[in-house]
């Protein structure tokens, strides 16, 4: 998908929901509650369990493209879908310092509100948490391990959501601050129903990535 998935007119599109595009594949949105914590009104769950401070708090994707349509999610039906990824590879790098800019950008225009702590927004520009969920699959940029170490040598923790069809991927996966693992449905009848998934052994999948979950050494979490 990596040639298709921003064509001009999803770029558009996506700029139009104030998303921060970077590069061919990936995409930034300040959260509500980022803006919330800014304005003194508070912050997310995260503030209140890990005292992850919501203002310096950045909301990314690492790839657009997911392997489900799953009936809650807010992705555009015109947004891309694949099993697995085929075209350009953005370096680790590039993605992180663009997603950063990205982010710094999109916060400039809370600046200015009534409601602003002017120290909040200062510190806001000082990233200290990546929460890589948002849109799409993150986990199937192939150079996932290589962010999230850069991330990490900067002092940035890490708070990955996945969709539980990619197990080998999760296996694979680098020790990261929190793995989330999106439980959608009790059974394999609703599952479908529910995700609509392009893999016809999607069940399978839930359950094999549910199992490499358990053996995972770091902080995890199941989202249901």
């Known amino acids: 998908f990596g040639n298709l998935m921003i064509s001009q007119n999803i770029k558009?599109?996506?700029k139009k929901q104030h998303y921060g595009m970077v590069g061919n594949h990936s995409t930034v949105k300040i959260c509500g509650w980022t803006k919330s914590m800014i304005k003194n009104e508070g912050g997310c769950y995260k503030l209140k369990?890990?005292?992850?401070?919501?203002h310096q708090c950045m909301q990314m994707t690492t790839s657009l493209?997911?392997?489900n349509r799953c009936i809650f999610c807010w992705r555009d039906y015109k947004e891309p879908i694949s099993k697995k990824w085929t075209?350009?590879?953005d370096e680790p790098e590039f993605i992180l310092n663009e997603s950063l800019n990205a982010q710094e950008k999109l916060l400039v225009g809370i600046k200015g509100a009534k409601k602003a702590n002017r120290k909040l927004y200062n510190e806001s520009k000082k990233v200290k948490h990546v929460a890589l969920s948002l849109t799409g699959e993150p986990i199937i940029y192939p150079k996932i391990n290589e962010i999230v170490e850069k991330f990490h040598e900067r002092g940035i923790s890490t708070f990955l959501v996945t969709n539980a069809q990619y197990p080998?991927?999760?296996?694979?996966?680098?020790p990261i601050t929190q793995l989330y693992l999106s439980v959608d449905a009790p059974n394999k009848k609703l599952l479908k129903k529910i995700d609509k998934p392009l893999f016809e052994d999607y069940w399978e999948r839930l359950n094999k990535s549910l199992e490499y979950l358990s053996e995972k050494k770091q902080r995890t979490c199941i989202r249901l």
């Open 168 to 174: 080998e991927e999760i296996k694979n996966l680098s």
């Open 49 to 54: 369990f890990y005292g992850i401070m919501s």
């Open 65 to 67: 493209s997911c392997a």
């Open 12 to 14: 558009e599109k996506f």
């Open 87 to 89: 075209g350009y590879v």
